[in-house]
């Protein structure tokens, strides 16, 4: 996947580096949602796992790890619609 990593520079991450709680046989990773309606929320994900649109316009993008001490895995943050 293609990432932004804030700083404006775009880098390659390969699907395996990212981190959820649990990759299981099917390829699928169970990945959990920050901020908006669904925060706190843990969700099934298939690859690509750069964006999450939901029906009603809720938008999570994929991002690394928020604290590295105290979880290193991967994360869907909330977007704010502006």
Known sequence: MI???G???IVHIPVKEI???KTLKDGSTRLKFLGGPYH???F???PPYDTVRWADGTTYDINPP???K???KWSYV???QT
């Open 44 to 46: 099934r994900v298939y």
């Open 3 to 5: 990432y932004d990593n």
């Open 7 to 9: 700083d404006g520079d």
């Open 70 to 72: 105290r979880s290193p």
């Open 19 to 21: 981190q959820g709680e």
């Open 78 to 80: 909330h977007r704010v």
């Open 66 to 68: 928020l604290n590295l």
């Open 40 to 42: 706190d929320m843990v």
